[in-house]
Structures are given as structure tokens and as C-alpha cells.
């Protein structure tokens, strides 16, 4: 019985330290984002992309992760097209709500963490 109380509490000590380091992670990394010399990565959308961003706001345009290019297969002969057509470029990875969330709610928060 000892032996066992022991690795519950092991298990509670690696539980809470992994919870403890990933908070403090959270909020450093905030503040490196917010304040540190690096700045956010994000950059505003470019007047003449604003008709693009248009077109997506209809009925049916699913919220997803949008890749170009992007090719479907997984076979050999679709992965050389693949990366070919990165190479040369552009490349483009857009993450598409059709739905904004709260920018300051919990739940954003929350899948941050």
C-alpha cells in the first residue's frame, strides 16, 4: 500500500509541475508576443485582398484551414508536384471562421493554452 500512495503522489507532483510550466509558459509567451522584441507576426490584409475576403463571406464557405497549393494525392508522383509548386511559389496557408470569436473570451483563451 505504501508503494502505491507513493507513485499517486508522484503522479500528482508530475501533474501539478506540467500544469505549473505550462502557465507560465502561457504567460510569458504573451508577454514576448505583446511587449517583446519580436512584435506580432501578423500583418494587415492589403487593400486590393479586401475583394477576396469578400467573396469567402457567402453562405456554404465552411471555416477550415485553406493550403496553396495544395495537391490531393498521397502517391509519390502528387508530393514531387507538391513541392515543385512550393518551391516556386506563392504558398499560402489561410485560416478561415466564418464565425469571429470573441478575441478576449475564455474559450480563446482557453484553446491558446
Known sequence: MVERASGHRA??????????AALILFVWGFF????????S?????????????????????ASGTYAYPFE??????????????MGTGPVLMLHYRATGPDPLGGGTLLVGF
Open 11 to 20: 503522479a500528482l507532483q508530475i501533474g501539478g509541475a506540467s500544469l505549473a
Open 32 to 39: 514576448l508576443w505583446a511587449a517583446g522584441p519580436f512584435g
Open 41 to 61: 507576426p501578423v500583418q494587415p490584409l492589403p487593400t486590393w485582398l479586401q475583394p477576396a475576403v469578400a467573396a469567402m463571406d457567402v453562405p456554404g464557405f
Open 72 to 85: 490531393p494525392g498521397e502517391d509519390a508522383e502528387s508530393q514531387a508536384r507538391m513541392a515543385e509548386r
